[in-house]
């Protein structure tokens, strides 16, 4: 009786090969541009996250000569041991009330660590006794390119009777 099962039915049909490579074919021009999309966008994002690295890194020298005291915003305090980043490593901020001593600003090492690939510069220019100009200059390298981004404020001694 098992030898009267017939497991094949003659109107059925396998596929063909060249069925097969159609279909390979259609598969594989809609998997190339899927992937090519994905390398793309994370190249585009690596772009823009160093971009915006670059630009909190500037933000941040700025910040700190917005910080400081006037007179304390000079080249001198730019400490050179620490390129490449050249900005000030330490600095003692002498706004000191009774309730505020002294403190002093530092970075850690593992700060160098994680931005090694970019470099930062400061230029401080005067413009007068109550204005100087910062210019902050970072630089990375990215895709054999250097890269660079600029950013400039100006700030002005507000203190009164000085």
């Known amino acids: 009786m098992l030898n009267n099962i017939n497991y094949h039915n003659k109107n059925e049909r396998a596929f063909s090969f060249l069925e097969m490579m159609i279909a390979f074919a259609v598969i594989l021009a809609g998997v190339?541009?899927?992937?090519?999309?994905?390398?793309t966008g994370n190249k585009t994002f690596a772009k823009s996250e160093n971009n915006a690295i670059a630009y909190n890194l500037a933000l941040e020298?700025?910040?700190w000569a917005r910080s400081a005291p006037f007179e304390q915003v000079i080249d001198?305090?730019?400490?050179?041991?620490s390129k490449p980043f050249c900005?000030?490593?330490?600095?003692?901020?002498?706004?000191?009330?009774?309730?505020n001593p002294s403190y002093k600003l530092e970075y850690p090492q593992k700060y160098?660590?994680?931005?090694?690939?970019?470099?930062?510069?400061?230029?401080?220019?005067?413009?007068?006794?109550k204005m100087k100009k910062i210019t902050v200059i970072v630089k990375w390298q990215e895709d054999k390119v250097q890269r660079r981004e600029e950013v400039s404020a100006v700030i002005i001694d507000q203190r009164l009777n000085n």
Do not use: C, H, W
């Not at 190339?32 to 390398?39: E, H, K, L």
């Not at 000030?88 to 309730?99: A, F, G, I």
């Not at 970019?118 to 220019?125: C, Q």
């Open 32 to 39: 190339i541009p899927v992937f090519t999309v994905v390398s």
């Open 112 to 129: 160098f660590k994680y931005f090694s690939n970019f470099s930062r510069e400061m230029k401080i220019e005067d413009f007068g006794d």
């Open 87 to 99: 900005f000030p490593v330490s600095l003692t901020l002498n706004y000191q009330t009774k309730d």
């Open 61 to 63: 020298a700025l910040e």
């Open 76 to 81: 001198a305090n730019i400490d050179a041991v």
